[in-house]
Every structure is written in C-alpha cells, then in structure tokens.
DNA sequence: TTTTGAGTTGTTCGA
DNA sequence: GTCGAACAACTCAAA
C-alpha cells in the first residue's frame, strides 16, 4: 500500500493539478494538505486581500476535496517541521508538490528535499507555474533570454502540455488531527475592500464568459481602462485556482473557432507569454528580486521624499489620472495594467521614489500580487530591467489619460471632486521632474 | 569573433 | 494641427 501526501501551495484547485495527478497515479492512498507559513504571513510584502483570497480559495478547495471523498489537512507553523510530523503521523512513504519558482520557495524546498532524503521519503517536484516551464525555451547556446521578442518567438514553437483531468475521487488515510482555518483577524488582517469571488468554480466562470466576449476584441479595448475589458483572472493565476495552460488552452481553442478575431486573442495570449517569460528571468536571475537587473541601476539617487510618497499612495497628487488609478487600487484591490505603467512611471519619474517602493505597495494592496509578474512591471516602468523602457521615455500623465480615458470616465468614477475646489494641486511640475530624472539617470550612465 | 538588426506599451520639438 | 526625427547611443540575439 502507497501512502502519499500532496502539499498545496500555489496551485489550489483539482483541474489540471499536475502534481496531484502524479501523486494519485503512484499512490493507494493521498493526504492533500495546506500550511500556512508564518514566513510569509509576516513578510512586509502581504497584505490584507492576498490573504483573505487565499483564505476563501482554501475554504473551497476543502469543500470540493469534500465532494471527492477526502478532506484538505491544514496546519500551521514552519512548513519543514509541520511535514515531517506529518509524514511520521502517516508513514506516508512520498511526497509531491508542483514548484514554485520564487527564491523563497526554492530554498524552502530544497530543505525539504534534503529533509526527506534524510527520512528516506521520496520526493516528487512537478512543474506547474508556467506554461513553458524555465528550461524549455531557451537560446541556442543553452542560456535564457532576457528580451522579450525573440523568447516569445521561440515559447511559441514548443507544444503546450495537456491539461490533466479533474480527479473523479481522492482516497485519502482516516482523518489527521487538522487546525481549523483561521479567520483574517486571526492571521491579523482586516479586509476594507470588496473580495472577488473566490475558488476554482469562480475562476471558471469568469474564463468562461471571457472567452464567449470579450477576448475577441482584447487588443483593442484591452487599453481602455473604463472598459471592463480584460479577464480579471489575475487573482486565479497568482493562487493558482485556475491553471495558466487552462486559459492558454481556452484562449488556443478561441482563436480557432474564430479566425478574424486571431490578432486580437494573440495579445491576450502573448500576456501569457509575458507572465511565463518574468517568471523565468526571476527564475535564473532571482537578484531582481532585490535590485536592478542592470546592477547599475542600483546606483540610481532617488529622492525617496516621503510625503511625496505618502500622497501617491493616497491618489492625493493632484493629476487626476493617478489618483484615478491609486483609488482603484486603494478600494477595489485591483487596477487596470494600463493604470499601472502610468503610476509606475510617476512615482519613479516624476516623484523620483525608488520603484522597490511602489513595488511593495502594491504587493501589499493586490489581490493578484506575484512576485514576478510585479517587479518585472516595475522594472521595465523604472528603467532598470530587461527590456527596460529606453529611460528618456517618461509618461506624462496628461496625454495618457487624454489617449486612454478620452471621455473621463475613469477619473470621474474615482476623483468626483476633480472640478471642485476640493480637488489637491498638483504636487510636483511634470516638465521639471522629467528634465530631473533624465539627470538622474544621466548620471549613472556616465 | 564580428557584424548587423532590432528592441511591449512615449514624448517633445520644430518644421 | 500633423508629422518625422531626436532622445543616446546600448544591449541582446542570431547569423
């Protein structure tokens, strides 16, 4: 009799969950389980709605376990010692989990997998996070990419792994002794903000109704930001409740049935490409993690004024489409990826606030919060990553919002004072702080 | 090794 | 108002 434990840890759902699938495959018998890490619950970078969609993902995904006769084991503590208890109280013979690519997570497995050869508990890691994972789409001579272009040409030509079917049952060992989930104030959160629907059923839903309208016409309206015109699955994405080759396939299957509408779903389906493509470079060059990709960029003099600060993430500058953008964020959880880029670039080009900064924040604010997909954002915004914006390419915040809110929709919803006397002066000249941060960056390029 | 072409998402200036 | 060039030469990828 096999006996086997499945740890969850990005990737909670059943559909297409290859690690799961493996361990089901090999086994008699599979424990699903769930540790809250206090690592990364106390790490700055978290904040409340990261937290609460996890939560709510876990409370469904345990319900579902349910359904297929097992339950979802949950425990809490340092991930190292709470498995090897684990593994004791089942005499579980092997272990799987599908990697994560982040440098936390790799160093926390690697222990673990040292800790298991010491058990004698054999370890299976399956990749899951990418579409193409770090290692199939590589440059000839054997190294990764670091633009863009030439990856994405390369990511297209491989073959897109099958989608491993939802498990009819789980037989699991008797029940463990399992802790409760906790509640958001227990893990010392209070959520301010609506929370969007949670778990694998309404991560379908909303791919569903995505690819029956609204990804035919992706390219067009995806710049819009008064439109609600992209698939919000980010959330679903960063914890998994949905797969990325999921929506690929669905995006693939789209463009077929549909071959006028093939340019505009290659758009959505490059943003897959792009989000395979950070999580490589954070992958092989996991110092961005902490600094510039460019180590010169390190050098960077920002200002780092904090009431300049302070009033960005308020969406109190005075320019009415970054405080648009911040509101939305600030009350929703989410913002508009075209929003993104324009409040990247002010805080790093016109405030000239260290874009670690704004990468926190959001970080903190996100539902969709990933490591990856979020600094190489910021990177590219500020300058310093691969495929860096040419650093004398500064938004100004007028002409976007005259190019991407024509009508003022955006900014009426979230700054209605904007015609007041109540509406804040802009807090710094944009013609001034641009002319400053090309001096800044003159400065490190010598 | 050397050479060549190209690089997510822009802005400003001057004709 | 429109349009093309400059921004500043840099780095990467591939031949």
Request: proline share 7%; hydrophobic share 40%; net charge positive.
């Amino acid at each position: 009799m096999i006996r086997s434990l499945f740890w969850f840890r990005r990737d909670l759902r059943l559909n297409d969950n290859p690690g799961l699938s493996l361990a089901l495959k090999e086994s008699d018998e599979v424990l699903p389980l769930f540790i809250f890490d206090r690592e990364i619950l106390k790490s700055p970078d978290i904040g409340a709605p990261r937290v609460a969609f996890l939560l709510t993902s876990l409370e469904s995904l345990g319900k579902n376990l349910t359904h297929l006769g097992s339950y979802l084991l949950i425990r809490q503590g340092k991930p190292i010692e709470q498995l090897a208890a684990i593994l004791q109280e089942t005499k579980a013979t092997k272990i799987y989990w599908n990697t994560d690519l982040e440098p936390y997570a790799l160093k926390r497995d690697a222990e673990m997998q040292a800790c298991c050869n010491d058990l004698g508990v054999q370890v299976h890691q399956v990749p899951d996070q990418c579409i193409q994972a770090p290692g199939h789409v590589l440059k000839s001579d054997g190294t990764p990419y670091t633009v863009f272009t030439p990856y994405s040409k390369i990511w297209k030509q491989q073959t897109v792994p099958i989608l491993h079917p939802r498990p009819r049952a789980i037989k699991s060992p008797s029940e463990l002794k399992s802790i409760p989930l906790p509640s958001l104030g227990e893990l010392g959160h209070t959520l301010k903000i609506p929370l969007p629907a949670a778990g694998e059923k309404a991560a379908h839903d909303l791919l569903n109704s995505y690819i029956q309208s609204g990804v035919e016409s992706y390219q067009s309206r995806r710049n819009l930001p008064a439109l609600d015109a992209t698939s919000r699955l980010s959330p679903h994405l960063r914890f998994g409740t949905i797969s990325a080759r999921t929506v690929h396939r669905a995006a693939a299957l789209a463009r077929e049935k549909n071959p006028p509408a093939a340019k505009e779903i290659d758009v959505f389906i490059s943003e897959l490409i792009w989000r395979d493509f950070y999580k490589t470079i954070l992958f092989y060059f996991p110092h961005v993690a902490l600094g510039s990709f460019r180590p010169i960029y390190d050098d960077l003099e920002w200002e780092n004024n904090d009431r300049l600060f302070q009033a960005w993430c308020a969406g109190q500058t005075g320019f009415p489409i970054v405080d648009a953008a911040m509101r939305q964020l600030n009350t929703t959880g989410w913002m508009h990826n075209r929003l993104r880029m324009i409040v990247a670039s002010f805080l790093t080009k016109d405030l000239l606030i260290d874009w670690r900064q704004g990468e926190r924040y959001f970080m903190q604010q996100l539902y969709d919060g990933d490591l990856a997909a979020n600094n190489g954002g910021w990177q590219w915004a500020a300058g310093t990553g691969t495929d860096a914006q040419p650093y004398f390419r500064i938004f100004n915040p007028e002409s976007q919002a005259k190019k991407f809110d024509p009508e003022g929709i955006l900014i009426e919803k979230y700054v209605p004072e904007i015609n007041s006397l109540r509406y804040a002066a802009p807090i710094v000249d944009h013609g001034q702080r641009r002319l400053k941060a090309l001096a800044m960056f003159k400065k490190v390029r010598g």
